[in-house]
């Protein structure tokens, strides 16, 4: 089945950067929608980017486009999130998840309907 790993979590400073990875073992990543998602303590878990499947389209939320860009790199079966001009409202477990669905809009970027979930990579953004 599969399995997804996130990784490149870390404490930066107020401004600076962090590439997030999103792999996956076992099946391909290409036939899936994948979206980045984060979760702050004492908050729901909310969508911050998804890229879709077959045509990579991509969707943010609100507070991060612009700073952020996600990415699928086939040949490595991972997803990217790369996050610049990071802040301390972005400080969360960071998780990635898969769907076979396209999404499409920023709200459909959302938990539900996703799975494979994996461990989460905290980032933690200070003043």
């Known amino acids: 089945q599969l399995q997804l790993v996130e990784s490149g979590g870390g404490l930066v400073q107020l401004g600076g950067s962090l590439r997030l990875s999103c792999a996956a073992s076992?099946?391909?990543?290409?036939?899936?929608?994948i979206g980045w998602f984060r979760q702050a303590p004492g908050k729901e878990r909310e969508g911050v980017s998804c890229?879709?499947?077959?045509?990579?389209?991509?969707y943010y939320r609100d507070s991060v486009r612009g700073r952020f860009t996600i990415a699928r790199d086939n040949a490595n079966n991972t997803v990217y999130l790369q996050m610049d001009g990071l802040r301390p409202e972005d400080t969360a477990i960071y998780y990635c998840?898969?769907?076979?669905?396209?999404?499409?809009?920023?709200?459909?970027?959302?938990?539900?309907?996703?799975?494979?979930w994996g461990q989460g990579t905290q980032v933690t953004v200070s003043l």
């Open positions: 998840a898969a769907t076979a669905w396209k999404v499409a809009s920023e709200n459909e970027c959302a938990p539900v309907g996703f799975y494979a």
């Open positions: 076992g099946y391909a990543l290409k036939p899936y929608t």
């Open positions: 890229i879709n499947k077959g045509d990579d389209s991509q």
